[in-house]
C-alpha cells in the first residue's frame, strides 16, 4: 500500500509565501516522476509543476518564475515552494506520482489534496 501525504496549505495574503510538502510512503521501490497539480473553484484540475527523478522540471507558464518544485529522492518527498502568490493561485492543490511497487507494480497515485487560499 502506498500513500501520499500533503502538507503546508494555509491562507495568505497577495505576495507572500507558502511551502507545500507531499511525502510518499509504503511498499515502494522507484518514484518516476512526481507532480503538483490544483483545481480551483468551477474549474479542471490543472498541472503546476513536474519534476523527474533525474531532476528535470516543468511548469505552468502561470507559475513560471514564482514557484520552485524540488525533491529529495532520499525521503519520497516533492515540494513546492510558492512565491509572490496571486488570488489566482487560490486552489486545493494535489500531489501526484507515478510509483513502482516492490512487486514491480506501477501505478499513479494522488494524495488527498491541501487547500491554498491568497487572499487579504
Known amino acids: 500500500q502506498v500513500q501520499l501525504v500533503e502538507s503546508g496549505g494555509g491562507l495568505v495574503q497577495p505576495g507572500g509565501s507558502l511551502r507545500l510538502s507531499c511525502a510518499a510512503s509504503g511498499s515502494i521501490f522507484s518514484i518516476s516522476y512526481m507532480g503538483w497539480y490544483r483545481q480551483a473553484p468551477r474549474k479542471q484540475r490543472e498541472l503546476v509543476a513536474t519534476?523527474?527523478?533525474?531532476?528535470?522540471?516543468n511548469y505552468a507558464d502561470s507559475v513560471k518564475g514564482r514557484f520552485t518544485i524540488s525533491r529529495d529522492n532520499a525521503k519520497n518527498t516533492v515540494y513546492l515552494q510558492m512565491n509572490s502568490l496571486k488570488p489566482e493561485d487560490t486552489a486545493v492543490y494535489y500531489c501526484?506520482?507515478?510509483?513502482?511497487?516492490?512487486?514491480?507494480?506501477?501505478?499513479?497515485?494522488w494524495g488527498q489534496g491541501t487547500q491554498v487560499t491568497v487572499s487579504s
Open positions: 501526484n506520482a507515478w510509483i513502482t511497487g516492490t512487486f514491480g507494480d506501477e501505478f499513479d497515485y
Open positions: 519534476v523527474r527523478s533525474g531532476g528535470t522540471t
